[in-house]
């Protein structure tokens, strides 16, 4: 077979191109008393009033919002094309073996965009058109800046793609089913999906936030752009004080792009994310109609898309901050990020945003890599990977009226990335490995389905007359009861785990107690005579201190899941009571009652 799809995604408007407008009262505020800056307005009696004590309605109606918000953007415009041939077949080479064979090759080609409206890259070798003017400005300033590398990337001739096709992508398929008796037959099977890209290309310089300003002294006094009538005021044109709504630059500042700004790229050599997925089975049948089968159950997936982020880092000098490495001759470590310099991009042409405005910088932002961008984030970076192993029970018992059937699921399943990065923290590069939330480690159902044996040719009343059969004949009554493990708890955010997670349990009365260790220290931040400390430990602290506040620039090193520490498990019944009635051959209907979670079990969520 072949599976050939040609996709267009045309998004003609969306909510980033309409402009969002807010009025809080703050303009009447202002009208109402302006006898200093951020003043507060006053009863004519002279009692304090709130500082929200303007109209929202009355400052629309002045034509005077408090914030404006439009992202001037082109609208996208991607394609497509996805190929992929297969081949799959059975073949029964004995009496007692089937094998299931296939294999199948997936082109899924990285998107083109109408006008070329993309970014194909990074390139980190090129100087920046910026250099010679920073390089200047610095100078006048006493100051020394590596040349200035780096810049983001437009389509150029043939290369209009976010990143180059990836031709590797071969699935294998294999399956078989061998009788070792006539009661017990050995199932297995191996196979590998791949994944759809999860991201659309990248597009920085085709779009444009202006900056809304409708005071140019702080809100002391508010700006009246012109106009008549009701919305004289800013509403009559949002941006006039930043110059109007920017055109879109597109690629034509070439390397200039996002300077001043963050930049991002997707990884050139982009690999389609894989899953392999394998099983091993055993089925064998039970006395009176019954089936056991035992399997194990497992998957691999590889390539998961994640982000670099700390590609404009001087992580030697970041690492030198960490707060907790403060001694009486140096308290506090983090002054070297903190200290700030004098900006060599203020002012300069083409540098926009953080950077463009300020008279300083701080010194890490300085003596980064790419000091003219304020971060660098790579995206589709192949480093993700899960991990799912699994023992699957399951029991089947047929009766005259009824099937139950019961399952086990012991499971775990693991991560090596969270938050979109195989890192912990980035700047320390500590990696990830981590429970999944969503690992449910036991797992147990039970299911019923009985037919209620009243009514026409059942074990009673069999002799019923078909009018009273369609009432109270016929019925079947299903069961459905599931048990599992809580999910895995956040990690609290902030804090190492320095202990351990489990203390004494309390056995009082009334008590629900889960034996989890919360006592805990906070960081005392530094000054400039003293470093910084931790507290005395707070809460129930029997077993000693399991968390630790995070120092700043100090590394993060806790797993944002444990297993050791889970919500409540849960567990539910749900059953329904179902008739059917069957009018001619192709004609019936079923009236069906459903209860769920008959018994009203709680649902306890995690804190």
Not at 28 to 52: H, I, M, R, V
Not at 245 to 262: C, D, K, M, Q
Not at 563 to 591: G, H, W, Y
Request: glycine share 10%; with cysteine.
């Amino acid at each position: 077979g072949l599976d050939f799809r040609n996709m267009h995604l045309y998004q003609p408007l969306n909510f980033s191109n309409v402009m969002f407008i807010d009025s809080n009262g703050f303009a009447t505020n202002e009208y109402y008393n302006k006898s200093n800056f951020n003043d507060q307005a006053t009863a004519p009696d002279g009692t304090p009033l709130s500082s929200q004590a303007g109209n929202p309605v009355l400052d629309f109606l002045l034509g005077q919002p408090d914030t404006a918000q439009v992202t001037n953007q082109k609208f996208p415009a991607y394609t497509w094309r996805y190929y992929a041939p297969w081949f799959q077949d059975d073949w029964k080479v004995t009496h007692k073996l089937t094998l299931n064979l296939g294999v199948r090759y997936d082109l899924n080609g990285p998107p083109t965009a109408r006008s070329n409206w993309l970014n194909t890259g990074f390139n980190f070798s090129v100087t920046n058109p910026i250099n010679s003017a920073a390089q200047a400005a610095a100078q006048s300033l006493g100051e020394t800046l590596p040349t200035l590398k780096g810049g983001i990337e437009f389509p150029t001739g043939s290369n209009n793609r976010p990143w180059n096709p990836d031709r590797t992508k071969i699935q294998p398929r294999l399956g078989f089913a061998y009788e070792v008796n006539e009661k017990t037959v050995l199932r297995g099977g191996f196979g590998r999906i791949i994944m759809s890209p999860l991201e659309n290309p990248l597009a920085q310089g085709f779009t444009n936030n202006p900056t809304f300003q409708n005071s140019g002294d702080g809100g002391f006094n508010l700006y009246n752009a012109g106009g008549t009538g009701n919305g004289a005021g800013v509403l009559y044109n949002p941006f006039a004080l930043s110059g109007g709504v920017p055109p879109i630059p597109g690629s034509s500042a070439g390397y200039l792009t996002n300077v001043g700004n963050g930049a991002a790229f997707a990884n050139s050599n982009y690999r389609l994310p894989y899953v392999n997925s394998s099983s091993l089975g055993i089925q064998r049948a039970t006395p009176k109609n019954g089936k056991l089968e035992v399997s194990y159950v497992g998957s691999r997936s590889y390539g998961q898309d994640v982000n670099n982020n700390f590609l404009n880092t001087n992580l030697p000098l970041y690492k030198q901050c960490n707060e907790a490495l403060g001694t009486a001759a140096n308290p506090q470590p983090s002054a070297a990020r903190t200290n700030q310099v004098a900006n060599p991009f203020l002012g300069l042409p083409g540098v926009l945003g953080y950077l463009g405005t300020p008279s300083s910088i701080s010194q890490l932002q300085f003596a980064s890599p790419y000091p003219e961008f304020t971060n660098i984030t790579e995206v589709n970076a192949n480093q993700g990977k899960t991990w799912y192993n699994s023992l699957q029970t399951t029991y089947v018992q047929h009766i005259s009226w009824a099937q139950v059937s019961a399952s086990w699921t012991w499971s775990k399943t693991m991560l090596n990335y969270y938050n979109g990065s195989t890192y912990l923290d980035q700047n320390y590069q500590i990696p990830v490995h981590t429970i999944a939330q969503t690992d449910r480690k036991n797992r147990f159902t039970l299911q019923s389905v009985v037919d209620i044996p009243i009514g026409r040719g059942r074990s009673f009343f069999s002799g019923m007359n078909r009018p009273l059969d369609a009432v109270v004949g016929g019925w079947q009554l299903g069961s459905d009861y599931f048990w599992e493990s809580g999910q895995p708890l956040y990690t609290p955010s902030g804090f190492n785990l320095v202990g351990s997670i489990h203390r004494p349990k309390q056995s009082a009365v009334g008590v629900i107690d889960t034996g989890y260790n919360g006592c805990f220290q906070t960081w005392i931040p530094s000054t400039a005579t003293a470093p910084g400390s931790y507290s005395a430990a707070q809460g129930d602290c029997s077993a000693g201190v399991a968390w630790q506040q995070i120092a700043p620039f100090a590394p993060n090193y806790a797993q944002p899941f444990i297993s050791a520490l889970r919500a409540p498990a849960l567990q539910q019944i749900d059953t329904d009571l179902n008739k059917s009635f069957k009018f001619t051959e192709r004609v019936s209907m079923q009236l069906r009652l459903e209860m769920f979670n008959v018994l009203n079990h709680p649902t306890f969520g995690g804190p």
